[in-house]
């Protein structure tokens, strides 16, 4: 393993030598862990960073994001809340807590918010999940990662304090509720990992939460009909905690009978309170809001699903005690955007211009609903005039890759308008669709299609071979973040 990083490090040290007498070369490995090639003053050093230990303690714990319940798992907080209780209740001291549960946007819905916040001067903390790149990205303050450094001495203290059966995602929740109590921002925004009755951030008490969507998703653990789901999302309900609501339909007439059983005041977003779209393009999204004043303001969002996400995202930072500050302060449109900006995750609708002029879409979409969502968003934005920025016009070249577990098909249909080749790969350390079992539905529909060893093979054939064409990458986050890796560079 540390042959061949050496033999690369002793080339760009040839090449940069002159004129860079310290950096660092990463390289990730099968656990997940990173070794760290680091030359300085003419002397090479392997030797893994503190930060490094200290991860690796929790890289054996049981990661249920990349592998499948496959055994009868029983989950709930008990462990959490033992786990917690062991570290002295660092939940307790937060000041302000808001959960963010649903099946699609709670991630951009817990950003926004954040970003909400940020924009009126307030320290608040953001903690996600998946993460794309780096596991860093799960915990926010005021919009950038936690600085490892920081992050250490909670990772070792989590590490001191595991129980039996700790899974992964409970000592890195237990990480960031930790990171957070000692920061002790003024407002701390906890993403739902899976479900929500029995998700590890419900064992926080809040002050308001949030349910963004229903889809039929993780049915082997939260069930198979859309009841079921809608009564495991709901079970993040609290007494005379107020709840705000995206849902219709069957899942919403559910969510307001638990609600009232559970006496938690619901607020649904009504159309009263969605963004009114009045402009939509690569350059961005141009709406109007109640609570944003008389003006139409130009945001740094793009798709009817974020203006969605954040329509929601205000109504539940409405039901913080920050929002008195807010209408004290009053909001400032430019701060705002940097703040939207600064706390955008990526992975979401996440657009990057290429040397050459080509552009690059990443989004993790990874169910019938959230594929289909991203290809009407695709036809309201490409290829048209928007804030003075002509979009780029399809075909893109995709690249897609997806869990086994997903169900596909039909959204990915919406896509192939804008496809002219499509390229399928497995993905890293997860168990993902064969992209041999693709080639018939692409060829079906007319479109050329190629299987690869893995996304970053992929990506590197268009960027080759197709100068002039966008690329589009989407089925997984994680997906998207072996991609990033590769266009980044």
């Known amino acids: 393993m540390i042959s061949p990083i050496l033999d690369f490090f002793n080339k760009v040290q040839e090449k940069y030598q002159a004129d860079s007498p310290t950096y660092c070369i990463y390289r990730q490995i099968e656990q997940g862990f990173i070794i760290k090639a680091l030359w300085s003053g003419g002397s090479e050093v392997v030797s893994t960073k503190a930060f490094d230990k200290a991860f690796k303690r929790l890289s054996n714990l049981t990661n249920y994001e990349k592998a ?25 001291k937060l000041q302000c807590v808001v959960q963010v549960g649903g099946s699609k946007g709670k991630g951009t819905v817990s950003c926004m918010t954040g970003a909400l916040a940020r924009s009126i001067g307030a320290s608040v903390g953001v903690y996600l999940s998946p993460h794309v790149r780096n596991v860093r990205e799960r915990i926010l303050l005021n919009g950038e990662m936690a600085p490892e450094k920081a992050l250490i001495p909670h990772l070792e203290r989590v590490a001191d304090h595991f129980i039996d059966n700790q899974t992964w995602f ?9 990171f957070f109590a000692e920061k002790n921002p003024d407002l701390v925004i906890l993403e739902v990992g899976l479900g929500g009755r029995l ?17 039929r998703e993780h049915t082997s653990t939260l069930g198979n009909r859309i ?15 107020p709840c ?32 009114n779209i009045l402009d939509q393009g690569i350059g961005g999204m141009l709406l109007s809001h109640p609570f944003l004043g008389p003006k139409p303001l130009k945001l740094p969002i793009h798709t009817e699903t974020q203006a969605f996400s954040f329509a929601l995202a205000l109504l539940l930072f409405q039901q913080t005690p920050l929002w008195e500050r807010r209408q004290t302060k009053g909001l400032s449109p430019d701060t ?4 939207l900006k600064r706390f955008h995750p990526p992975g979401r609708f996440q657009i990057l211009r290429l040397e050459g002029g080509r552009t690059a879409l990443l989004d993790g979409a990874h169910t019938n609903d959230s594929l289909a969502a991203l290809g009407r968003d695709l036809r309201k934005i490409f290829g048209k005039t928007s804030h003075g920025e002509q979009a780029p016009e399809p075909p893109f070249d995709l690249v897609f890759a997806i869990a086994d577990t997903k169900h596909w098909q039909e959204g990915l249909g919406s896509l192939v308008p804008f496809v002219d080749k499509a390229y399928g790969a497995p993905l890293c350390e997860k168990q993902s669709q064969d992209p041999k079992k693709m080639a018939g539905w692409f060829e079906h529909r007319g479109i050329p299609f190629e299987t690869t060893g893995s ?6 054939k268009i960027l080759a071979k197709s100068p002039k064409r966008g690329i589009l990458v989407t089925g997984s986050f994680y997906g998207v973040g072996e991609a990033l890796k590769v266009l980044e560079d």
């Open 68 to 92: 499948p319940v496959t055994r009868n798992y029983r989950f709930d907080l008990c462990k959490m809340e033992t786990l917690l209780k062991r570290l002295g209740n660092p939940e307790k």
């Open 170 to 178: 409970e000592a890195f929740t237990a990480v960031a509720i930790s």
């Open 455 to 460: 996304i970053e093979e992929a990506v590197k």
């Open 244 to 275: 705000v609501s995206g849902l219709t339909g069957t899942a919403a007439a559910i969510l307001q009978t638990k609600a009232q059983h559970v006496q938690a005041p619901l607020i649904p977003l009504t159309a009263e309170f969605k963004c």
């Open 336 to 339: 705002l955007v940097e703040s």
């Open 199 to 215: 998700d590890s951030t419900t064992a926080v008490p809040k002050h308001a939460c949030c349910i963004t969507s229903i889809e």
């Open 227 to 241: 009841e079921d789901i809608t009564c495991e999302k709901a079970g993040i309900l609290r007494p005379g905690v």
